[in-house]
């Protein structure tokens, strides 16, 4: 999965936040220990679980958004935009 230079910057301060039980959830689930040790892990995951991975990842990058005082998270619209 291919994040943006903002939503990787989100991401990962995301995973370095321990009351971010979301992104906590998906370095447990792929014995990860950083953000991007999890992206790079995600094409492996098996396709019934992958609506399961993208919403914790979601999750995070919202939860992470509103602590850091933004106005919420949303996906890119346009795919040429990721890094």
């Known amino acids: 999965m291919r994040l943006s230079a903002q939503e990787m910057e989100l991401f990962e301060s995301a995973c370095a936040n321990p009351e971010n039980t979301h992104a ?3 370095l447990n689930v792929f014995g990860a220990e950083r953000a991007l040790d999890v992206l790079r892990k995600m094409p492996s995951i098996p396709l019934g679980i ?7 990842l979601w999750l995070a990058l919202t939860f992470e958004a509103y602590r ?6 949303q996906w890119r619209t346009d795919p040429d935009d990721a890094t």
């Open 24 to 26: 906590q959830d998906l």
């Open 50 to 56: 992958v609506i399961d991975v993208v919403r914790h």
């Open 68 to 73: 850091l005082g933004g106005d919420g998270f």
